[in-house]
């Protein structure tokens, strides 16, 4: 079940990692990096194709009150994303390096970061208060390592 089709979570941003589709991490190699972290997380539903590599994964963090689903995507619509992103970017300030790793991009993960909105015992409202993008920051950064990728933050329109 996707963290959209539950209701004490609610959706707030998403991230990706941008990369080249031959380096499609394994789906153990993700477990691997993501139980490395120092934060403590729950992984729930790893999916794999026939070769065992990535497909999707939720990941919670009850410390973070928070959660994430996270899928791989490539192909057209990827390559698009890349081109439209590095037109954006060039009118700014980027790190040029990171920009010029985006040429070869033709893969994503998808990171949809969700706050959890129930299940608390706080009852003036102000869940949003312990919501903590924390463990959604080191999961982005594993997975960047992991693939060699680039991080970007749609919202801001930056590489991270």
């Known amino acids: 079940m996707s963290t959209f089709e539950r209701d004490e979570y609610l959706w707030r941003e998403t991230y990706f990692v941008l990369f080249p589709a031959e380096r499609r991490p394994l789906l153990a190699d993700v477990e691997r990096e993501l139980r490395s972290l120092p934060e403590r997380l729950v ?50 300030t980027v790190d040029l390096a990171k920009l010029a790793k985006l040429k070869d991009c033709d893969a994503r993960l998808d990171l949809m970061h969700f706050e959890q909105v129930s299940g608390s015992d706080n009852d003036d409202g102000d869940i949003g208060e312990m919501f903590d993008p924390a463990g959604m920051l080191l999961v982005l950064e594993a997975l960047v390592r992991l693939t060699g990728g680039v991080g970007v933050d749609p919202q801001s329109g930056t590489l991270l």
């Open 43 to 92: 992984l729930e539903q790893p999916r794999a194709d026939e070769q065992g590599r990535f497909e999707s994964i939720t990941v919670r963090a009850p410390a973070d009150f928070a959660a994430m689903d996270i899928s791989y995507e490539a192909g057209e619509s990827v390559v698009e994303q890349v081109a439209s992103l590095q037109k954006e970017l060039k009118r700014g």
